[in-house]
Nanobody
Framework: QVQLVESGGGLVQPGGSLRLSCAAS????????MAWYRQAPGKQRELVAV???????NYRDSVKGRFIISGDIAKNTVYLQMNSLKPEDTAVYYC???????????????WGQGTQVTVSS
């Protein structure tokens, strides 16, 4: 089994910052990539940012220049630094990882339980 645990969510005023953390544990042979998604009430879950084992990153347009994804996939950890937060960033943020549990195994996707981020004055 593989577990992903997020932390760092909370309530912040517009223009503020938060840092989310995600740690994966369990039967892990390799992970590639790790990503952050978010889901606002009444909306579909959307990809926010992704980082590969080689360190390549990609972001959805609405967060470019404000959010930074980082981490050490070899250590099964990923972070999301969120700056200049806007009310429209309010959502439950989920960590996602594609994990192989043995050398010859196919990769499977795993999700964390989610952490609430609320941007409001």
């Amino acid at each position: 089994q593989v577990q992903l645990v997020e932390s760092g969510g909370g309530l912040v005023q517009p223009g503020g910052s938060l840092r989310l953390s995600c740690a994966a544990s369990g039967r892990i042979f390799s992970i590639n990539p790790m990503a952050w998604y978010r889901q606002a009430p009444g909306k579909q879950r959307e990809l926010v940012a992704v980082i590969t084992s080689g360190g390549s990153t990609n972001y959805r347009d609405s967060v470019k220049g404000r959010f930074i994804i980082s981490g050490d996939i070899a250590k099964n950890t990923v972070y999301l630094q969120m700056n200049s937060l806007k009310p429209e960033d309010t959502a439950v943020y989920y960590c996602n990882a594609r994990v192989t549990t043995c050398p010859s195994c196919y990769a499977s996707g795993y999700w964390g339980q989610g952490t609430q981020v609320t941007v409001s004055s």
